[in-house]
């Protein structure tokens, strides 16, 4: 390589590893007009590869993604093997932060290919590493140790100290997650060491901030939070908008953690408009963290908005195959929607003294009947929260009238006869996975088109209002109410079956056919009810 542009990759590489990404690019740039005046195809891949290394730590990522191409078009033409893999191992990494996993393992293997052909041991340690990332993000962790470590070896046969410290820090991360917090200790130190000791300030960063989760394992929410302070001086220094972004996040974790809900919520929103959606899996976490701080603070609405969020994210990376971890991920956000709901719907119970565990028999009459009319497995979680929430629009209605012990008024009717509404209309905002609203606005409706609020008929009344509707009369008559005693199971069966314009015909020879599962639950909230009057 000429001379003069072996100094100008030198200079470039230096204002690079201090974080200085906007000199380095310059710099870059004057070595690719360089090697492009002195007809030098090496040199100039070189420097395409560099350049497009460059402009990927700086969050530039469509430069990054064009410069990539070039230098695969470049390494292919030269036949260079080293070129290829590296060029590969780029665009696995764009693929890879805007969650494409199953994308970016299909390019690192394809790297790690060359890198075996061309005998690399740096390449080839470096997209060992980064397949033990995507192992990790998806839950393998003896899969991600084992490439970490097959990584870590080829690493330490080269002088490419940078990478090695990388190393260091991805085995930091995993022992962390699988609870090896004194071995994440070591590697974390060990990382931190030789970052410094190579002066590579942007990796200095990225180790503070990950070793805020260690820190977080142990309870230790000063060091966590000195160590945040550490990254986020970073890469505030450097401008790099995504480290930010992660040291909001931590900030905001930090800040739940000891109480300061309000400040938590500041810094997780900080996180989430900083990754601009670049980020999924750190705008999955920060949403997700962010539910948890809303929930705290009672607002009940933003978290499900927050939680549905997420959910999304995850949904989106879930869509790539194998990833397992991620699935998990998604089934304990359903489980906290699913909470979260049963929450709401006690809410609503709380200003009606007389259906105290109404929402809960309910969903659980109209998830058997569901299950019954061919509702799936994964459609019964929605299913479950849409019933926990049917009578939410009842939290506007004033409790004279929820608990008044006479006959209403025409007024009074209206009011109450107006909560599907009110309801569908505060659920408007919340973008649930799968849709519940129509059983909220629509479970008062009949089969002969007598019912409320919009008096639709037969099948134009949704089937999950029709099948919620069958399990709330029937709670409904199996409980005291302000007006009336409560029916037997078999009474209120027997009032139903007179009332034949009331529900789907379908649906309701479903519901005798489960009838004598049910009859237990119902007459142990009878039995709860009268203990409760007794007192």
Known sequence: MNALLEHLLQRATAQETSGHWPDATVTYGQAFRFAVQAGDPDGLLEVVIKLADCYRQ??????????????????????????????LNGLALLAQAEGQLTEAEGRYRQALEYAERANDDSLAGSVLQNLGIIANIRGDHEAAREWYLRGLERLEKTPN?????????????????????????????????????????????????????????????????ESCDEGFEIFSRLGHLNGQAEAFKFYGIIYRRTGKLHLAEIHLNQAIESTHGREPLLDAEAHRELALVLRALNRNREALEALNRSHALFTGLQARPDQEEISGRIRKLETDFLSLVRFWGESIEAKDRYTSGHCERVAQYACRLA??????????????????????????????????????????????????VTGDEMLAPVEFPWDIRPMVRSHHERWDGRGYPDGVAGEQIPLAARILRVADVFDALTTARSYRRSLTPSEAMAIMEEDVGSFDPEIFRMFKGIFPEIVGTAEEAQAQQARAAGN
Do not use: C
């Open 58 to 87: 700086a969050g530039q990522h469509e430069q990054a993604a064009e410069q990539f191409d070039l230098a695969l078009v470049l390494a292919d033409r030269r036949g260079q093997l080293r070129g290829l893999g590296r060029s």
């Open 371 to 420: 299950s019954e009319a061919g509702i799936g497995e994964r459609e019964m979680v929605w299913f479950r929260m849409g019933a926990f929430l049917h009578d939410l629009g009842k939290t506007e209605v004033p409790e004279g009238i929820l608990n008044k012990p006479g006959r209403l008024t025409d007024e009074e009717r209206a009011v109450m006869e107006r909560h599907p």
């Open 161 to 225: 100290r940078r990478s090695t410290a990388a190393a260091l820090n991805n085995l930091g991360m995993l022992h962390v997650d699988v609870g090896e917090l004194d071995a994440a200790g070591v590697y974390f130190a060990r990382a931190a060491q030789v970052s410094a000791e190579i002066g590579d300030v942007p990796l200095q960063g990225i180790v503070a901030i990950n070793r805020v989760e260690l820190y977080l394992a142990r309870d230790e929410p000063a060091r966590a939070r």
